[in-house]
């Protein structure tokens, strides 16, 4: 039963639904982008909206959003939703949202005006005296996370520092995702996908009030809201007010919902460990679910959905942002050309590399690194081996086997320790023809694509399903999954490959005076 996209004007009264139907409403809310997708019982997409939230940058280093611009343009997608079905045949929502970063309630039960993004260096300065007296180690060790600016619990300490009035008015701090529930429901609560980031015990998956010690804000810990142990029991209700605001029917059951990347997981069918999620968005996010807390200094370990269940994280922005960038700024004509032909630029870009033989690297690392891993965070871009005779799209085709590569060296910590068959390939890459099956190439291994293009949408849909008793358990995702597209290994990068890891590994020295560069003042610029 699959109508279509918003933006396609499909009318689903082309489509009529039975009185026997039950649709599952996904809301993942990203960084800078909502969706939400409706999905029949069989696992089709219904119906399909999004809109991009605006990110605010108050200071260098600030990344926030306006929340009541977050709550109107999502009542704006669950209105549009409604207005095409209605909203009786709706069972269950569910809800997908970025990790980190810091939502809250004042003492008053209001959402503060701003949300702040887990890009946010703000706490920068906190994060940097906790390394100064050895607390990191301790941190790590407790909370199994590689630590970022970004995450809440640094950013509270920043607030009692430097914005003692805001600190001393919270009641409540939660997730995105958290912020849209309360906002239908009036509950609040979180989850162990989203709490991790931080609040918990990896080992203990509860919250551990000895971190908050360590960070120097024990008076906070009152701060975290109810903590349940799964993504998907039902948490609350569709509220009157939210009914009126939405079209929403009153009463609707919404699951808690999860952190977005449990949720593209599920949506990719990577729920047993022999299999790696990989998303081809604008970061590289690796993904693998583990029944046992495994700490490494390259990764996350992450809750999953439910207790006693773990997921290693690998991210690095240095996916679709690269070949973004790249389009942006080389390829204006052929973007003119695709508009003309009523085409995708992605789709004309990939018919023109399909054949290129690059002898070209490209370091893919646009916006640095995480810290600490693959490799140093000061890590620059570049295209290496330039020869006269290289052309625009030689330039290209290595970009893609650069994001392939940094791909596989991901895949590559994990194989230290796991046994890895197939790669699960979801975002907006792996619309490409031509990225998996170098993905395949490049790693040896079966990339599979799946039928469902909201992956995160999806994910979240199918733990509201699980709410409901509709489906009783994760290994029922295959019933609603079909295989659209498998790649095999035709060739390989080994040569390659390895040539960009030594490059990768010597040019250490080269990033720190790179850095120093970029940050040091031209005295020739300086007007006395």
Known sequence: MLIGDLNNQLDIHSCPLKESDTIFLGIDSGQSNIKVTAFDNQGNEIISANEAVNILTPYTGFYEIDLQELWMKTRKLLRKITGKINPKFIKCIGLSGHAGGLYAL???????????????????????????????????????????????????????????????????????????????????????????????????????????????????FHLLPELRDTSYEIAGYVTKEAAEETGLREGTPVIVGAHDACCNLIGSGAIRGDAMCSAGGTWSINLLVIDRPFLNPMWSCESFVRKKTWMLEQYSPTAAISLNWFIENFFREEKQKAQIERKNVYELIDEEIANINAKLLFLPFLLGLPPGYPYQSNASAAFLGIRFEDQKLTFLRALYEGIAFIKAVHLEQYEKYFKIKEIRFTGGMAKSRVFPQLLADVTGKKVIIVDKEETGCFGAAFLAAMGIKEVKDLEEVFKYLRTKKTYFPKKSYARKYALFKTCCQRLSEIWNEFEKLRFQEDDEDLVK
Not at 109 to 133: V, W
Not at 146 to 171: C, N, T
Not at 172 to 190: M, N
Request: hydrophobic letters at 40%; one cysteine or more.
């Open 106 to 220: 004042d003492r008053d039960l209001k959402p503060l005006k701003f949300g702040i993004l887990p890009t946010d260096q703000r706490a920068n300065i906190i994060l940097e005296r906790l390394k100064q007296i050895g607390i990191c180690k301790e941190l790590f060790e407790k909370t199994g996370m590689p630590l970022m600016p970004g995450f809440a619990i640094f950013i509270l300490k920043w607030l009692k520092e430097f914005k003692r009035e805001v600190y001393e008015r919270l009641s409540y701090v939660f997730a995105r995702k958290d912020f849209i529930r309360y906002k239908l429901t009036g509950d609040i609560s979180t989850e162990i996908s989203d709490a991790c980031f931080g609040f918990l015990n990896v080992y203990t998956q509860n919250y551990d009030e000895d971190i908050f010690e360590l960070v120097g804000i024990r008076d906070a």
